[in-house]
């Protein structure tokens, strides 16, 4: 059984900063498959960003130079930075993991971003 857990979701104005983070549970993400996902209101969930076991990230064009994702294997825990924040980022941010896939999926924290 795998448990994600995320956090730091908030309100924040255009332009500003969040770190998302997502602590696993019940296995190692330096095995796993790690990524971030987030869903708007009225709209599909949609992929945001992803790390590969070597610690390479990959990252929608959307967000692209301004999001980063990272990982610190010995916290079992996978974060997301947050720059430039836009309006349309508004989103419930979702964490995600899996030997092949994601499988797995936190609860999600909410991020929203006021003009």
């Known amino acids: 059984q795998v448990q994600l857990v995320e956090s730091g979701g908030g309100l924040v104005q255009a332009g500003g900063s969040l770190r998302l983070s997502c602590a696993a549970s019940?296995?190692?993400?330096?095995?796993?498959?790690m990524g971030w996902f987030r869903q708007a209101p009225g709209k599909e969930r949609e992929f945001v960003a992803g790390?590969?076991?070597?610690?390479?990230?990959y990252y929608a064009d959307s967000v692209k130079g301004r999001f980063t994702i990272s990982r610190d294997n010995a916290k079992n825990t996978v974060y997301l930075q947050l720059n430039g924040l836009k309006p349309e980022d508004t989103a419930v941010y979702y964490c995600?993991?899996?030997?092949?896939?994601?499988?797995?999926w936190g609860q999600g924290t909410q991020v929203t971003v006021s003009s």
């Open positions: 995600a993991a899996g030997p092949a896939g994601y499988t797995y």
């Open positions: 019940g296995r190692t993400i330096s095995t796993s498959l």
């Open positions: 790390i590969r076991r070597s610690g390479g990230g």
